[in-house]
């Protein structure tokens, strides 16, 4: 069949890079046994051995012979019964080929001055008859030239071919005339023009081997005779050529799609298949109907460019069974990918409904006992890809029972992504589907979390995701849905709160982030209690939903933050509000101050981070004293607010005395001997690479040195790497 993905070899020399791919030796024979010269009467009397391996042996020594006296003995080989020693002389014949391409250049000036086999032809593609030999059509050398190994092997083997009716000699023969490249080409076209019967469809092949574009005038000639098999051997070569030759073979395999032969048109169609060259519609269409063709037509169809294509394959969806549905799902799938998908989804939501359901039924689970749903029966593959993609479809077509198919895919780690996808097509549609699913499985019993808690904070993402979106849909400025007005998500907003005590981490870290999205001012209490909890996962996204939450309704938070200063359990919480409201009064701010020394670590924490935003310069000595504290989580939200602050004032003020402090302190960061440190401080913006004071930082960091600070000296043994650019990623 077609060769059209063939690899073209490893060689790159001009005389074989047109060849066929040059095979893997097998290592049962070591190189040394292949590379170690042997007198040709050892060689001689090995092939005539009883034993087949001796035989092996010693053709696998013909490769490093003389070519010409070891021409008799490597046909001898190539017709032994036993495959093995006709394999291995195949590669003998391979090297002798290449040690006389790589021989060449310099026998007789460069290789792009020495006219190859078809440059020496004056009868067309033939030698002329004075050039021939005693061996018919064996190329002659040039007067006063040795014969290389590839015109030697072609007249060799040609000859072969009339004479011998070895079926093993005649395979091996082509597929070494294929390996001489355009070589082979003029004596090749010539024995075309004379043989007959099957040595002529042997000689096609080898044709198509050699992957040499001159040899296209006469495959293309072939395909008028009136000989089929001949004609089918003709297009495979022709099809085989279509990375060498592309505009070519692509123009004769767009001819061929309207032969008389079923085979010639089903090899043409594979081919432009192959260069993924798309056929037009017109042409495509009556293709479709013929049983033998409609797979390959099919994969054409998934490259056409035509808007009627995705209508033809979706009224085709309702009847087709087995593996003819799977190909037309896989070509839709494909069409969606591209420029057509808009006429794709139009062409699914006006088919019957018929095929809704089938792509419903076809990406749903596997049945009891394994067995695969009825629309993939005979695919003879694996069936996820195509129930992937048999989801997506079931989306765009809006399709009844396409949520509850993306609900349930969702519990399937192979289909997460793609079952997300689709519940984003469906939007809206899909909030009951994962409304029953939440209510079914959001529940304080951790026995019924095994194996679901992955689907279960997708599907909350999801729905918070759909929600969001719809709420915003009417008014762009509108920060959130609201619960009051919708009835669906004041449902989901119940099931997000009741996820938030849920047992598992990924369950009530997604419900968090989904309350900091939807979330009413109600919810201010349930994420303050969470950034307590036990679980720092838990507990961080607690925090990030309560910084949201303060971002939405910033009325409700000042309030909230003056009851949270009163109680030191909420002084995290308090910092939190603060900062993500950021701006502060003066008691908030000497709150601030106060809580950023006492306390525990994440509320001085909070605190250091809150004064810096609220309180700006003014925060410069809390954060001088943060860079001292003896938890590290507290010196690095120092470093990176000093970072933040002091990129702030670059452009502001850039005579002012804060920048100059703010400078000073970051000075203190760089000698301090901790890589963190500098680190965080950068990420928060101070430029240490760019900046004239520290624009050698990064080389001071990348190695144990004595940063100077004044007159004295800080030691930094320990410290290696820097930030790059005054970023870290």
Known sequence: MSRAFDDLGPYSDP????????????????????????????????????????????????????????????????????????????????????????????????????????????????????QRGAEGDRPAAAEGERPSAPQLLVGALLDALRTSDDVGLRNAAIEVLGYCGRDATPALVGALGELAGDERKLVVDALGRTRDPAALDALYATLGEKDDNLRQSAIEAISGMGLIARERVTDILYERLADRDRFVRLTALNGLNGLEAPVPWRVLAPLIDDPILR???????????????PRALCAALATARGGAFAQLVRALARLAEGPLASHVVTSLRAAPLEVGARLVQAAAALGPGGAEPPSWRGLGADPVSGRAQALVLAAMARAPGAADAAVQAMIEPALVETAQRALGLLGEEALPAVLAYLERHVDPDPDLWEGLDDATAALIDGAVAIAEQRGRAGDPARPAPDAAADPSLDELLGAVRRSVKSPSTLVATSALYGLAKIGAADDFDLVVSQTRAISLPVARAAESALAGLSERYPEAARALARQLMQAERTHLAAAIVIEALGSADPEELAFLRSAASAGDVRARRAAVTAVAAAAGVAALDVLSLSLADEEREVRLAAARALGRLYASLSDADPAGGERARARELLGLVRASGEPELVAAAAQGGAPFRSDPPWSDAGDRLSAPVSIEVGEGAVSTPGMSGGPPSGKVP
């Open 295 to 309: 797979s390959s037509a099919l994969v054409a169809a998934a490259l056409a460019e035509s808007p009627e294509a």
């Open 15 to 130: 005389r074989v890079s047109d060849a066929g791919a040059w095979p893997t030796e097998p290592e049962s024979i070591s190189p040394s046994v292949r590379s170690t010269p042997m007198p040709i009467s050892a060689i001689a009397a090995a092939l005539a051995a009883d034993d087949a391996e001796e035989r092996r042996q010693g053709a696998a020594r013909l490769g490093r012979a003389d070519v010409a006296e070891a021409l008799p003995l490597l046909l001898r080989a190539l017709g032994d019964p036993d495959w093995r020693v006709r394999k291995e002389a195949t590669y003998a014949c391979h090297r002798l080929i290449q040690a006389s391409s790589s021989a060449a250049p310099s026998q007789g000036g460069a290789e792009g001055d020495r006219p190859s086999a078809a440059q020496r032809g004056a009868e067309g593609d033939r030698p002329p008859a004075a």
